[in-house]
């Protein structure tokens, strides 16, 4: 993420004041981590039980596979994919690499925390501060590389560990791009289209950030959270998710819904930049994380977005008389500032007029409940 994107949390500083707990050793919900009950469907929340409604998988060798993440994207804002060319040995060192982080003593992974006003390392969710209770994980972002920090978490073999962040953002960043040009294919868009793309339209001016979340067992997972319901600041997430549940989705008329892990798939969602290039389309998906009281959950998200300073607006493509823009321009790195200031607001704040034809807009989901 460059420097102009990071500029954009400077500008808003978190100061979360409270110590990072050691939460193996609590063997009781503290009262700062209790949510109350939370609006968990009963049919699609643990175990193997789930909903009816299922979020598509999407099989990327498939030859319709534009038309299928296309119907996704229209009406779920999340899908997973499978044969998506990342292989599951890159998959389990990327896991065994955020095991290993968060395993270390709470006073060493300090050594590399998050400073109020920036964007890498160590620390809890920076939406925290939108909420009265705090939320059961921790997290590590990763800006371009994290050798500076990994030499303070692993002094003596930070290297390997350098490796695979620096092979896994690779690897992310071409599946980004495929997936980006299937989303935008799906609505009719070529590579001509969308200029910042480049005369190859091989999307390299792209940003990106790695963010890394642990969500250790719980001893009273129905009244507490783990990652607070928000929509994504960028144009598409990855998500790898270790083979415990706890990712959920919310639906119009459905719900919550759980996004079981699939082996070696991996999870694609819609985020706000986005639901604004489609107008409104392709809407950003509320997600959210619950916790599990026996099992670890480890996630690792590719937040991928346009470079910090083009600006993304509604495509005139998909404009005309009965479809106005819905949004005006915005750059991410004013987006993700507005983001830092208003949280899940942010997305009405930047629209035009309402929507049309019965869109949905990420300020009808203000009043789902959240926790």
């Given at each position: 993420?460059?420097?102009?994107?990071?500029?954009?949390?400077?500008?808003?500083?978190?100061?979360?004041?409270?110590?990072?707990?050691?939460?193996?050793?609590?063997?009781?919900?503290?009262?700062?981590?209790?949510?109350?009950?939370?609006?968990?469907?009963?049919?699609?929340?643990?175990?193997?039980?789930?909903?009816?409604?299922?979020?598509?998988?999407?099989?990327?060798?498939?030859?319709?596979?534009?038309?299928?993440?296309?119907?996704?994207?229209?009406?779920?804002?999340?899908?997973?994919?499978?044969?998506?060319?990342?292989?599951?040995?890159?998959?389990?060192?990327?896991?065994?690499?955020?095991?290993?982080?968060?395993?270390?003593?709470?006073?060493?992974?300090?050594?590399?925390?998050?400073?109020?006003?920036?964007?890498?390392?160590?620390?809890?969710?920076?939406?925290?501060?939108?909420?009265?209770?705090?939320?059961?994980?921790?997290?590590?972002?990763?800006?371009?590389?994290?050798?500076?920090?990994?030499?303070?978490?692993?002094?003596?073999?930070?290297?390997?560990?350098?490796?695979?962040?620096?092979?896994?953002?690779?690897?992310?960043?071409?599946?980004?791009?495929?997936?980006?040009?299937?989303?935008?294919?799906?609505?009719?868009?070529?590579?001509?289209?969308?200029?910042?793309?480049?005369?190859?339209?091989?999307?390299?001016?792209?940003?990106?950030?790695?963010?890394?979340?642990?969500?250790?067992?719980?001893?009273?997972?129905?009244?507490?959270?783990?990652?607070?319901?928000?929509?994504?600041?960028?144009?598409?997430?990855?998500?790898?998710?270790?083979?415990?549940?706890g990712l959920q989705v919310h639906r119009e008329g459905t719900g919550w819904v759980t996004v079981p892990p699939l082996p070696g798939a991996l999870v694609v969602n819609v985020g706000d930049l986005l639901h604004i290039l489609s107008n409104g389309s392709y809407p950003s998906v509320l997600?959210?994380?619950?916790?599990?009281?026996?099992?670890?959950?480890?996630?690792?998200?590719?937040?991928?977005?346009?470079?910090?300073?083009?600006?993304?607006?509604?495509?005139?493509?998909?404009?005309?008389?009965?479809?106005?823009?819905?949004?005006?321009?915005?750059?991410?790195?004013?987006?993700?500032?507005?983001?830092?200031?208003?949280?899940?607001?942010?997305?009405?704040?930047?629209?035009l007029c309402a929507p049309l034809n019965g869109l949905v807009d990420v300020n009808d989901h203000n009043r789902v409940q959240v926790g």
């Amino acid at each position: 993420m460059p420097l102009r994107l990071s500029d954009a949390f400077r500008a808003h500083p978190v100061h979360l004041c409270h110590k990072h707990p050691d939460f193996t050793s609590l063997q009781e919900l503290p009262d700062s981590y209790t949510w109350g009950q939370l609006d968990v469907e009963s049919s699609s929340s643990y175990g193997d039980s789930f909903s009816s409604e299922s979020v598509p998988v999407v099989d990327l060798s498939d030859p319709n596979a534009l038309t299928l993440v296309g119907h996704a994207c229209k009406t779920w804002g999340v899908f997973q994919v499978t044969n998506h060319s990342i292989s599951q040995n890159l998959l389990d060192d990327i896991e065994n690499t955020g095991r290993s982080l968060f395993s270390l003593p709470v006073q060493q992974k300090l050594k590399a925390a998050r400073s109020p006003d920036g964007v890498s390392g160590y620390g809890l969710a920076r939406i925290s501060s939108f909420f009265p209770k705090l939320m059961w994980s921790e997290g590590f972002t990763v800006v371009g590389s994290p050798l500076e920090q990994f030499r303070q978490l692993w002094p003596q073999d930070y290297g390997k560990f350098c490796d695979t962040i620096e092979e896994y953002e690779t690897e992310m960043k071409k599946l980004a791009g495929r997936l980006m040009w299937l989303m935008l294919g799906s609505l009719g868009i070529s590579k001509e289209d969308i200029k910042w793309a480049g005369p190859k339209g091989d999307l390299k001016g792209a940003s990106a950030a790695l963010q890394l979340n642990s969500y250790p067992a719980c001893p009273d997972p129905d009244r507490a959270m783990g990652l607070a319901a928000h929509t994504d600041s960028t144009l598409l997430t990855i998500l790898y998710q270790n083979n415990t549940s706890g990712l959920q989705v919310h639906r119009e008329g459905t719900g919550w819904v759980t996004v079981p892990p699939l082996p070696g798939a991996l999870v694609v969602n819609v985020g706000d930049l986005l639901h604004i290039l489609s107008n409104g389309s392709y809407p950003s998906v509320l997600h959210r994380a619950v916790v599990n009281r026996t099992r670890y959950r480890l996630s690792v998200a590719y937040l991928y977005g346009p470079p910090g300073s083009v600006q993304i607006s509604p495509l005139s493509k998909l404009l005309g008389p009965s479809r106005p823009p819905l949004y005006r321009p915005v750059t991410w790195t004013e987006y993700l500032g507005t983001k830092a200031k208003h949280f899940n607001k942010a997305l009405s704040s930047v629209r035009l007029c309402a929507p049309l034809n019965g869109l949905v807009d990420v300020n009808d989901h203000n009043r789902v409940q959240v926790g």
